[in-house]
T-cell receptor, first 116, second 112 residues
């Protein structure tokens, strides 16, 4: 079956521009997560959505970052007024449930964002 | 100090060797422990998922968790060139959050 799909796979933009990244989770997965991975680093949590509960935004690095999710489907991560330090791979993951084996997160291949 | 520490390597071994990858952590609330494999320019792929202390085996892979020492390991037996990748440990705590805390990742190269 289809895995987590992210688009675009690559994005190059100028400093100061806004960017929007898209994530299509695995069908039926109620939880969706965004992470950031800087070059040579582990993943850094940004935000997650679980059903109709309020999202956990505790990992968003600044108010330039925001994310939305429509029901249990597509999510978009928006970065406004991009800075060079925003250059990274942005990864999306989804899981069937919140905890236990059903809480295991499955990742897309990410969007590689480069800010010139 | 980072919550999860992982030696970045790189680690280079000959084909057929036993590989040991490790992470230490500081937060005693962590209960769920995972190992992911990440190939270049790909997303992380879940290899092992363990709850609390103990061992779990899946084919050539064995995951160990020692909560008393705050130490987790992944062993790869009969390593293959196709195992060459970055291995990331990840963990999470109580049941009311799915947020994962990742180690930096260890780059492994298995030479034919």
């Amino acid at each position: 079956g289809a895995g987590v799909s992210q688009s675009p796979s690559n994005k190059v933009t100028e400093k100061g521009k806004d960017v929007e990244l898209r994530c299509d989770p695995i069908s039926g997965h109620t939880a969706l997560y965004w992470y950031r991975q800087r070059l040579g680093q582990g993943l850094e949590f940004l935000i997650y959505f679980q059903g109709n509960s309020a999202p956990d935004k505790s990992g968003l690095p600044s108010d330039r970052f925001s994310a939305e999710r429509t029901g249990e489907s597509v999510s978009t991560l928006t970065i406004q007024r991009t800075q060079q330090e925003d250059s990274a791979v942005y990864l999306c993951a989804s899981s069937l449930a919140f905890t236990g084996v059903r809480g295991a997160q499955h990742f897309g291949d990410g969007t590689r964002l480069s800010i010139l | 100090q980072k919550e999860v520490e992982q030696d970045p390597g790189p680690l280079s071994v000959p084909e057929g060797a036993i590989v040991s990858l490790n992470c230490t952590y500081s937060n005693s609330a962590f209960q769920y422990f995972m190992w992911y494999r990440q190939y270049s320019r790909k997303g992380p792929e879940l290899l092992m998922y363990t709850y609390s202390s103990g061992n779990k085996e899946d084919g050539r892979f064995t995951a160990q968790v020692d909560k008393s020492s705050k130490y987790i390991s992944l062993f790869i037996r009969d390593s293959q060139p196709s195992d060459s990748a970055t291995y990331l440990c990840a963990m999470s705590g109580s049941s009311n959050t799915g947020k994962l805390i990742f180690g930096q990742g260890t780059t492994l190269q298995v030479k034919p």
